[in-house]
């Protein structure tokens, strides 16, 4: 089964089987704040998650992550959580410093 563990929020983790959602849908339908400025359309980099592990389980970055690369606004080891879906078996993604909110408490 398909899961997305949060690390710096306490290791949430979030089960499910429809592989056709984008990571962002998934963890927002679960009740957890994550930024999006450009309501998830992939005009920014707001949404944007640090992959700790299981990177290679997703989507193929999709055109608007290869752009954001392109200027330096996405690292290697950043994906979009509007662009992209997890195929299979777990990812571990980190809350970036500059897309935290203040009303949440992170672990670290």
């Known amino acids: 089964m398909p899961k997305i563990v949060i690390e710096n929020l306490f290791n949430r ?7 056709s959602r984008k990571v962002i849908e998934l ?4 009740n957890i704040d994550w930024m999006h400025a450009c309501g ?10 640090i992959m700790v592990s ?10 608007r992550e290869i752009y ?7 690292g290697p080891n950043e994906r979009l959580s509007c662009q992209c879906s997890l195929l299979d078996g777990e990812i571990c993604i980190r809350v970036a410093d ?6 949440l408490e992170y672990s670290e």
């Open 13 to 19: 983790t979030i089960n499910f089987t429809d592989t």
């Open 27 to 30: 963890i927002h339908e679960n």
């Open 40 to 49: 998830k359309k992939g005009r920014c980099t707001s949404c944007k998650m």
């Open 54 to 63: 299981g990177q290679e389980n997703l989507s193929s970055p999709s055109d």
């Open 68 to 74: 954001f690369r392109k200027l330096k606004r996405l």
């Open 98 to 103: 500059i897309n935290k909110f203040p009303h």
